[in-house]
């Protein structure tokens, strides 16, 4: 499949692919992650947020390690005039010659907890955006955590008791990390019984794409091709 919509899922495996991407590029030039943090001037649990592709550290963080591994290149084109459309009529856009394009294939491994994790990662990030907008909803989580808290022990009750502290604080973050915490709040989360169907659904469609992977680019161009 190819597209040119960029959906929460696709962006999530985009920075993984790229945080990953980084990271290989890193090793492959001999840097530790203290002597690459120090470089780029960031501190070394940023660097690691980075090379697991959480959206958390900015852009410019990013950037400034794409630029201290060589491969900053890519994304000045996208600032610069190369990648801007050609004006309609001009003879730039009449010309039979197709403009360039780029694809980037984006897929996840089904076979491992990589697909498993970035479906958990895209439900709670949409139950966050969703809590955000309707707080009510948050009182339902609130009562859901409430009434397994109250069902007896658990082996999640320690995950259960953190999850109240973060719905009461709403530190969202602490879910939405790629740390190995992260992952096991998100497997006793309350936080997803407030989407709808229609919105899980939604989500494993796009997981389901994925896994047979999908070529992010000019549609216009390849069926010209």
């Known amino acids: 499949m190819t597209t040119t919509q960029i ?16 990271k290989r590029l890193r090793k492959a030039q ?19 947020a980075i090379e697991s592709g959480d959206p958390a550290p900015s852009m410019g ?5 794409m630029s201290v591994l060589g491969v900053s290149g890519e994304l000045a084109l996208l600032a610069g005039d190369t990648m801007q459309p050609a004006p309609i009529g001009s003879a730039a856009a009449q010309s039979r010659h197709a403009r360039p394009s780029v694809q980037v294939r984006v897929s996840t491994d089904g076979s ?12 709670h990030r949409a139950a966050v955006d969703l809590v955000k907008t309707e707080p009510v909803l948050l009182i339902k989580a609130q009562a859901t955590l409430a009434r397994w808290l109250n069902d007896g022990n658990s082996r999640s009750t320690s995950l259960w008791k953190e999850w109240d502290e973060i719905l009461r604080q709403r530190t969202w973050r602490k879910v939405l990390g790629r740390t190995r915490r992260a992952q096991e ?10 989407l709808s169907d229609e919105m899980r659904q939604s989500i494993l469609n796009q997981i389901s794409l994925l896994k047979r992977g999908v070529l992010l680019g000019d549609v216009h161009a390849e069926a010209a091709s």
């Open 61 to 65: 963080s990013y950037l400034r390690v």
């Open 30 to 48: 001999g840097l530790g992650t203290v002597e690459m943090a120090a470089r780029v001037g960031i501190a070394r649990n940023t660097l690691r």
């Open 7 to 22: 959906t929460p899922v696709l962006e999530s495996q985009l920075l993984l692919q790229l945080g990953d991407r980084l």
């Open 112 to 123: 491992r907890h990589e697909a498993q994790d970035l479906q958990s990662m895209a439900l």
């Open 185 to 194: 709040l998100r497997q006793a989360s309350p936080l997803i019984t407030v």
